[in-house]
């Protein structure tokens, strides 16, 4: 994919969500500056967990080399006296009950008839983050990123034509870089942020933690399990496994521990002393929820931790909503540069993306493992269910038609029915003999229009003679056929004839339930309001 030409887009951060922004950004041609302070990787692996929408997301992009989950992997979590001592309880990754098949014995009832609904065609990774980022990073440049490393933004300024970035670069000189929009996806320390003044709130900071990760060959005493609460009167830590021979162990205090102090820390966790230790390094980090009271000031947008700042926990909120962060942007900066939709389109990133971080920054303190921080001043809240939370988070904006505010703000999303400003659902489909999740159905950038009816056709021209942006149309049930009968229109709520309009980034934007007198019409009207183009050619 090569950029066309034109002003960047400026990405501060070549971390996890800088470098997915620009991969983001490649798919839509837009090209993009990636700005980096340090030279390398970080030397501790951080997140783990990478869920199955942020898998929807990079298999969007083509990225297909992230190994899955294997399928029997126990998403759980151990509380133990030490990795080989006594197990007190086992406690599920999520609060949500994950059955795997090889769980149930076959001559056993199961508990309801129907079988788990299938969420997505992706299941989640659990790839380190210092092993995915360097693969993020190859294919970013592959694909026409202009990555500089060693240049540290120190200024941002920006007008009504563009931004530009004041960094130092590797000389120690200074420069100034010129683009159209910027993307800050410098971290919890955000240094735009801070340029910007933009505030932040939240639970704020709970507890400082001392870290030292190591290699050593524990998977024969883990028995499956990837993480491990260590409760011993003098020992209060968790022990978690990148699966590939390193550890983290991590302690509840800050107490600064020499080499001789960290590894009889680790025997101590483990429960015997019998194994090669090899120490890779110590970290120390605070742990803070904070979301930014705005993600976006003019042409400059926050995205990632720089925007949202939210513990590890094992819904995996931390990086993953980053990344989702920056899919919602890149089509909309697509779109915007091209000059086919107005630059009012981006104002629905924060209308969109805060509610979420805002949303998942509560739910983090109604669940398990951060009850404990809970403090007088933040709202407990329901819980909501982990797969609502991962796909079925609801967007509300001005480019959603029939936004309803009334709605619950997730639901699983086999409890939706196809309401604008949901993600259109999983099912699976038969394109050309071959099964394909609706997933694979859409078109990186595009516009499609769903419908069992062929009665949408002239409205499908007449629309692209006349709007701005194309809109795809797929007939299902002809073009492509159902593996499962009516899934469509039942999980959809519309009739034959009706119609959904999902966007690039597969949210639906509008909903018809059955086909209007005049289809042209009101097509045309829906997407000229959906993609704020209102100024475009006679619609
Ligand atoms: C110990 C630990 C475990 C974690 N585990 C998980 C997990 O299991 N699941 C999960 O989802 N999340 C987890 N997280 C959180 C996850 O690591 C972060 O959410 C993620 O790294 C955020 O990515 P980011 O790109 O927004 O920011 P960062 O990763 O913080 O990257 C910001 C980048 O911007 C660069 N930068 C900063 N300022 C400037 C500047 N002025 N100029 C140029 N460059 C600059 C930095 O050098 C850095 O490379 C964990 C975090 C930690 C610390
Ligand atoms: C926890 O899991 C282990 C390994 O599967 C099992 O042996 C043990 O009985 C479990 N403990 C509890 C309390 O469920
Ligand atoms: C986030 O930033 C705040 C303030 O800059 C800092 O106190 C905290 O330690 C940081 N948290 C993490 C997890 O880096
Ligand atoms: C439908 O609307 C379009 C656009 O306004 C118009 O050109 C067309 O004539 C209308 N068709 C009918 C059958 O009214």
């Given at each position: 994919?090569?950029?066309?030409?034109?002003?960047?887009?400026?990405?501060v951060g070549a971390s996890l969500v800088g470098l997915s922004a620009a991969l983001c950004l490649s798919s839509h041609r837009v090209?993009?500056?990636?700005?980096?302070?340090?030279?390398?990787?970080?030397?501790?692996?951080?997140?783990?967990?990478?869920?199955?929408?942020?898998?929807?997301?990079y298999r969007s992009l083509g990225i297909d080399n992230i190994e899955p989950a294997p399928?029997?992997?126990?998403?759980?979590?151990?509380?133990?006296?030490?990795?080989?001592?006594?197990?007190?309880?086992?406690?599920?990754?999520?609060?949500?009950?994950?059955?795997?098949?090889?769980?149930?014995?076959?001559?056993?009832a199961p508990?309801?008839?129907?079988?788990?609904?299938?969420?997505?065609?992706?299941?989640?990774?659990?790839?380190?983050?210092?092993?995915?980022?360097?693969?993020?990073e190859a294919l970013a440049l592959e694909r026409g990123a202009d990555i500089r490393r060693k240049h540290k933004l120190i200024s941002v300024d920006q007008d009504e034509d563009g931004v530009v970035a004041t960094v130092t670069d590797a000389e120690g000189n200074e420069q100034k870089i010129h683009g159209s929009y910027l993307i800050a996806a410098d971290g919890n320390r955000s240094t735009v942020r801070e340029l910007l003044q933009i505030p932040r709130h939240g639970r704020g900071y709970m507890q400082t933690l001392s870290s030292v990760l190591f290699r050593a060959p524990l998977e024969q005493w883990t028995k499956g399990f990837v993480q491990f609460d260590i409760d011993q009167p003098d020992l209060k830590a968790f022990l978690a496994s990148y699966s590939d021979g390193r550890w983290a162990l991590m302690f509840k205090d800050a107490v600064d521990r020499d080499e001789p102090a960290l590894r009889a820390a680790i025997?101590?966790?483990?429960?015997?002393?019998?194994?090669?230790?090899?120490?890779?390094?110590?970290?120390?980090?605070?742990?803070?929820?904070?979301?930014?009271?705005?993600?976006?000031?003019?042409?400059?947008?926050?995205?990632?931790?720089?925007?949202?700042?939210?513990?590890?926990?094992?819904?995996?909120?931390?990086?993953?909503?980053?990344?989702?962060?920056?899919?919602?942007?890149?089509?909309?900066?697509?779109?915007v540069l091209s000059g086919k939709l107005s630059p009012e389109l981006l104002n629905t990133y924060d209308a969109e993306r805060r509610p979420i971080a805002l949303l998942r920054h509560d739910q983090i303190f109604v669940r398990a493992d951060y009850k404990v921080h809970l403090d007088t001043a933040t709202p407990a809240g329901e819980k909501i269910d982990d797969d609502a939370m991962e796909f079925g988070q609801i967007y509300l904006s001005d480019g959603i038609i029939g936004a309803d505010e009334s709605l619950p703000r997730a639901k699983k999303p086999d409890e939706w029915n196809g309401q604008p400003g949901t993600h259109i659902p999983h099912f699976w489909v038969l394109k050309d003999g071959e099964k394909v999740p609706t997933l694979d159905l859409l078109s990186q950038g595009e516009w499609t229009l769903f419908s069992e009816s062929d009665e949408w056709s002239e409205a499908i021209s007449f629309v692209n003679e006349n709007s701005p942006i194309p809109v795809r149309f797929v007939h299902l049930g002809e073009s492509v056929q159902f593996v499962h009968g009516d899934d469509f229109q039942k999980s959809l709520e519309v009739s034959h004839s009706g119609a959904v309009l999902v966007r690039p980034d597969g949210y639906i934007a509008w909903r018809v339930k059955d086909i209007p007198g005049n289809a042209s019409e009101?097509?045309?009207?829906?997407?000229?309001?959906?993609?704020?183009?209102?100024g475009g050619p006679q619609l």
């Open positions: 994919m090569f950029p066309t030409t034109g002003q960047p887009v400026i990405v090209p993009t500056i990636v700005l980096e302070k340090h030279s390398g990787k970080s030397l501790h692996p951080r997140a783990i967990g990478f869920t199955s929408r942020t898998m929807e997301i399928e029997d992997f126990k998403l759980e979590r151990a509380h133990v006296e030490s990795l080989t001592g006594k197990r007190n309880d086992n406690s599920s990754w999520s609060d949500t009950e994950r059955k795997t098949k090889g769980e149930k014995p076959q001559n056993q508990k309801s008839s129907a079988p788990k609904k299938e969420y997505s065609v992706e299941r989640a990774s659990a790839i380190p983050q210092d092993k995915l980022e360097p693969m993020l025997y101590q966790a483990v429960g015997r002393s019998d194994f090669p230790l090899e120490i890779i390094t110590t970290g120390r980090w605070e742990l803070t929820a904070l979301v930014a009271d705005t993600f976006q000031s003019g042409r400059v947008f926050l995205a990632g931790d720089a925007a949202h700042t939210l513990p590890p926990n094992r819904g995996g909120y931390g990086a993953n909503t980053g990344i989702h962060d920056v899919h919602n942007l890149a089509w909309k900066l697509a779109a009101t097509l045309g009207s829906a997407i000229s309001k959906v993609s704020f183009s209102s």
